[in-house]
């Protein structure tokens, strides 16, 4: 096999992540790409049918097909689906370039309601072909705001066999950058419509142990504005307990802190989704009747059925899950029950058992030894009490994927003359911090799974990664190797000192900024509820702000009841919270409200309309057409003077600020709104200003008239053309329209 970056075919054996920057697939010569140790293990570990081997490996050597999913709430995502369907895809059905015949688009038969595609087309063709350039820039313009997502058609999968109900409370426990974490949040928020967004009663904690992709997190799940999200920053191996109150205890407000502590219980999640050995400490944050995914983009049984079998091992009350007729149309193979671990990097196999392995090696060596007994394969008697076959593995020629894993685990539910559900969270929050503190110290467990040799650059890992990307493979934030790598022994005992230190108070050096729920009585939330129409079901007392001091200063964010019972519950930084719920109002700075007087305006963004729609009076929301919006799109100021009549009169009678517009489903000529559109608009003394950014403009402006009519478009064309006649490019043009975009 081809080693080191850039090597399409290094998706294969190992994969799963999204890749939103490229639309293009790679040729890459396949007479480079042998890998000896890799053949060995494999045909060693018998997990292809020998007739398959051939077509397994060639089918390694290929690259991906591109493959992208359509985003957002399930009401929009059909719609979108089927203008790919009924508009893009027939225009592909007969290209044919440079001779030969090239293949449309086709939907991914396992996926929900052919909500996912793939084609696998080379890059000239989308770069050439007039008919794949149109569609690759739909595909570039719909990803940006979020409406498309670009994902491995495995990765797609853990989220699927979680079965994520809107009351779920779900943890995404190594999510960055976060493209499962949108199809969890797309699940919480089930009940959505094409303009409002639902508040689900549950909670999805996205979490990621490395700071920096944590802001990739955020800036990925904005695109599906959430008040039941919350990201946060851990190490999920030492995840900490989540306080909440227990359903039925309502404080007095005189409580005392330490009081109330006592009759908190943890969180508990209904589902959790993961890669890695963090899974015995989502075992242990799981309700009863709960569900974990553990899934690993490795075909590796070390890595796969050792590490589950491992994990049910040493912790009773959970089992696997038959989730083999869940996604008809998806072929997979059963889990193993036995395979063989290497041992050195020669890929030695030549042990049955530990016992043996043990044996061959001098008593002195024995210590330093990074094989366990867990690298093993249980008895075949284990085996079948654990049902590992139960676990789903994928490989590349079966449907031209990358190579996957997943296992659902579900912890074993109540039974019914069990305890009720009050009590199964009434675990006391002393109780399990004392507990979990004391597990910390143990060493015995990661003892007890698979580890691998993670300075053996030769070892096993290296073999598996020449398959690999660095960028997608999962590394352990420490070591900088695979995730599944286990920190050796002496450098864990220090680590886990310093995590148990570490959990027991805030993180000092956690830099955020505090969460603060502002009163509904105060001032400002009373302008934004008077101005903005708001109704008197909006849940003022789930609006945030996130400042040192605590006041409204620039942004107003909306959390659910959960989200809020959280925070308020909790030591944001002990938690490391990044982030939580979304943001819905926002500050005026331009300026025209400047002009308007030094009281505070705050406006309805956006990104925030569809969640503050349901609480807006209908009779605030002005109804505009076609046209109107033509002129919207074409000026970043047009004046109210230029308005067609009936948005002229009512726009002229209403007072500055921030108003929303709806405009109804409409065909005219080649332009259309498919469907309800609402946008916000800022109105200034002559002017009125559409309130959305930059590309959200541009995109909208391609699917409702074809082509981008904004201003920035035609900037951005006449400066390309300036640029290429002087050489010179005229920044502080640039610059200006950026500043007039954002702060309208
Ligand atoms: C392959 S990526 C996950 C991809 C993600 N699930 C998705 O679908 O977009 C692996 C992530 O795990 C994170 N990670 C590695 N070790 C971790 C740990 N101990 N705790 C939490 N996150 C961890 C890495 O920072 C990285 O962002």
Not at 40 to 46: A, I, L, V
Not at 392 to 402: E, M
Not at 658 to 678: A, D, K, N, T, W
Not at 715 to 743: C, F, M, P, W, Y
Request: charged residues 25%.
């Amino acid at each position: 096999m081809a080693k080191g970056k850039g090597n399409s075919r290094r998706k294969r054996g190992r994969d799963g992540q999204d890749r939103n920057d490229t639309w293009r697939s790679e040729i890459v010569d396949k007479s480079d790409m042998k890998n000896e140790r890799f053949e060995k293990y494999y045909q060693e570990q018998g997990i292809i049918p020998e007739e398959e081997w051939e077509g397994f490996m060639d089918s390694m050597r290929g690259p991906l097909p591109t493959t992208f999913r359509v985003a957002g709430s399930r009401q929009t995502a059909h719609l979108l689906n089927n203008l790919i369907k009924e508009a893009h895809v027939p225009h592909l059905a007969n290209v044919v370039f440079e001779e030969e015949p090239v293949s449309p688009p086709t939907q991914i038969p396992w996926y929900p309601d052919g909500l996912a595609w793939q084609f696998n087309v080379p890059k000239k063709v989308l770069r050439k072909s007039p008919e794949f350039k149109k569609f690759h820039s739909f595909l570039v313009f719909e990803t940006e705001v979020g409406n498309i997502s670009r994902q491995e058609a495995v990765s797609m999968l853990p989220p699927l066999y979680l079965e994520v109900e809107p009351h779920h409370r779900v943890m995404d426990m190594c999510a960055a950058p976060g493209s499962k974490t949108a199809q969890l949040l797309e699940a919480l928020h089930a009940q959505d419509t094409v303009t409002e967004t639902s508040i689900p009663s549950g909670l999805l904690i996205a979490n990621d142990s490395d700071h920096k992709r944590t802001h990739l997190l955020i800036h990925q799940s904005a695109r599906l504005p959430s008040p039941a999200l919350m990201v946060t920053n851990h190490d999920a191996s030492i995840y900490p307990a989540i306080k909440i109150p227990s359903e039925q205890t309502v404080f007095p407000s005189n409580t005392k802190p330490r009081v109330a502590a006592k009759k908190q219980h943890q969180l508990l999640f209904d589902r959790i989704l993961l890669q890695l050995r963090i899974l015995q400490r989502a075992m242990r944050m799981l309700r009863k009747g709960g569900r974990i995914v553990y899934s690993t983009c490795s075909m590796n049984p070390v890595e796969n059925e050792a590490v589950v079998a491992a994990a049910l091992k040493s912790i009773p009350g959970f089992e696997l899950l038959d989730v083999s007729s869940r996604l008809p149309g998806l072929i997979h193979r059963p889990g193993l029950t036995t395979w063989r671990p290497s041992t050195d990097r020669t890929v030695l196999m030549n042990f049955t058992t530990y016992a043996d392995y043990l044996q061959s090696i001098p008593e002195s060596k024995r210590e330093e030894s990074k094989m366990a007994e867990s690298h093993w394969p249980p008895s075949q008697f284990e085996a079948e009490t654990l049902k590992l076959t139960r676990c789903i593995r994928i490989y590349p020629h079966l449907q031209d994927t990358g190579g996957f894993f997943v296992a659902v685990i579900q912890k074993v539910p109540e039974s019914s003359e069990g305890l009720s559900q009050g009590k199964r969270d009434a675990q006391s929050l002393e109780d399990l911090e004392t507990s979990e503190t004391k597990k910390l110290k143990r060493s015995d467990i990661s003892q007890e799974l698979p580890q691998f040799n993670n300075d053996d650059k030769d070892g096993e890992d290296q073999l598996m990664s020449t398959l690999d990307t660095e960028e997608d493979s999962v590394s352990d934030p420490k070591s900088g190797g695979p995730a599944t790598a286990a920190i050796p022994p002496t450098e864990e005992a220090e680590t886990r000192k310093s995590k148990v230190k570490a959990t027991k108070g805030a993180d000092i050096h956690f830099k955020e900024n505090p969460y603060t729920f502002i009163s509904p009585e105060d001032p400002i939330i009373q302008n934004c509820v008077s101005k903005l129409h708001l109704k008197p079901d909006f849940p003022a007392s789930n609006v945030l702000v996130r400042n040192p001091t605590g006041e409204a200063v620039r942004s107003l964010y909306m959390t659910n009841d959960i989200v809020k019972s959280i925070v308020q519950h909790n030591d944001y930084s002990k938690i490391r919270l990044m982030t939580c719920g979304t943001k819905v109002m926002g500050r005026q700075e331009g300026s025209a409200a400047k002009r308007e007087g030094a009281e505070p305006q705050f406006r309805i963004l956006s990104e925030g309309l569809p969640v503050m729609l349901p609480y807006i009076a209908p009779e605030f929301i002005i109804r505009a057409d076609l046209a109107t919006l033509k002129i919207l799109m074409e000026a970043y100021y047009p004046v109210i003077s230029g308005f067609p009549g009936p948005f002229r009169a009512i726009i002229e009678e209403k007072a500055p600020g921030c108003h929303i517009v709806r405009f109804p489903q409409e065909e005219s000529g080649s332009s259309s709104v498919s469907h309800e559109l609402l946008l916000p608009i800022w109105k200034s003394n002559a002017s009125v200003t559409l309130m959305i950014e930059k590309k959200a403009k541009s995109a909208l402006s391609l699917r409702v008239f074809g082509e981008d009519i904004t201003t920035a478009a035609k900037e951005a064309t006449l400066n390309k053309r300036n640029s290429s006649t002087s050489g010179n490019q005229d920044e502080s043009h640039s610059v200006k329209t950026e500043g007039i975009e954002e702060g309208g």
